[in-house]
């Protein structure tokens, strides 16, 4: 069952073309791997998906569950069931993980959520994930390390359950913990009902991960899509090869 398919689409930023015609169809069950070197686009194509303001659409379409994504907010898309993994890099004395997520999901639902039965779910979550509960108590990234940092991501994605989570791994801060953790929370995650999109350059993630599709994004066009095994090429033989994919308009 089809979750996502996007057409034909075009992106602008500040007047340059960065998005130059990416379809990509997304079905339940799914999970798909975006790679590309750097400046290809693929944040901007995490960004657009999400209706990020510093992006315009110019052409082509973006149809989650059926609905045009175009005409909708920000936090109307995510109330439909996408979320964008971000890491929030500022240290939030006074409020602590829990209440982060806590405010994350009512935002999301778009109503408040009761505290007991959130409190019951996260712990379980964290017992999932092999976090100890005292991670929830602490403050939001205070002298958090890369991994702990991931550790929000991921039971952000748990706790708000979306249909569509998008994943962009920086690669920065990807230590050896913050890649098992992201593997680890993709497995839990992951169901017959779901589907995710994990950006990233990092085969260590990857490898554990066997995804469904492997997508190589260059220069705003997704030149190549294939099966796991495209990681293994693209590890060896880099991206310079597919650049003879990219069509010049
Ligand atoms: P990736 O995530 O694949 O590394 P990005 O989506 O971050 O690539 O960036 C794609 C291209 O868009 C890059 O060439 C980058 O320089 C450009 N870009 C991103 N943001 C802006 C902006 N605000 N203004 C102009 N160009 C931008
Ligand atoms: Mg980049
Ligand atoms: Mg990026």
Redesign the pocket.
């Known amino acids: 069952e089809k979750l996502l398919e996007i057409n034909n689409l075009h992106v602008n930023t500040e007047d340059k073309e960065i998005l130059k015609g990416v379809n990509l169809t997304v079905n339940k069950g799914e999970v798909h791997v975006i790679m590309g070197s ?1 400046g290809a686009g ?3 194509l ?1 960004q657009v998906i999400l209706g990020h303001p510093k992006y315009q659409v110019t052409e082509g379409d973006m149809i989650f569950q059926g609905e045009s994504l175009k005409e909708l907010k920000t936090d109307e898309r995510a109330r439909k069931g996408i979320f964008l993994s971000f890491q929030t890099p500022e240290e939030v004395p006074g409020v602590t993980v829990e209440g982060f997520l806590r405010s994350a999901r009512s935002a999301a639902l778009g109503r408040p959520v009761m505290l007991h039965s959130f409190r019951k779910e996260l712990k379980e979550k964290l017992e999932l994930l092999d976090i100890s509960d005292e991670y929830a108590s602490r403050y939001l990234n205070v002298g958090f390390s890369g991994g702990e940092k991931k550790k929000n991501e991921i039971i952000q994605m748990m706790m708000l359950n979306p249909k569509l989570a998008i994943l ?1 791994e ?1 690669d920065s801060g990807l230590d050896v913990d913050a890649v098992k953790i992201v593997s680890e929370g993709v497995k839990q995650f992951k169901n017959e009902e779901n589907a995710v999109i994990i ?1 990233t350059h990092n085969s260590k993630i990857l490898q554990s991960l066997e995804p469904d599709y492997v997508h190589i994004l260059l220069d705003g066009q997704i030149v190549r899509t294939s099966d796991a095994s495209l990681i293994e090429e693209v590890n060896q033989k880099g991206f310079a090869e597919y650049k003879e994919a990219v069509i010049h308009a």
């Open positions: 750097n693929k944040s901007t995490a962009d920086t950006i």
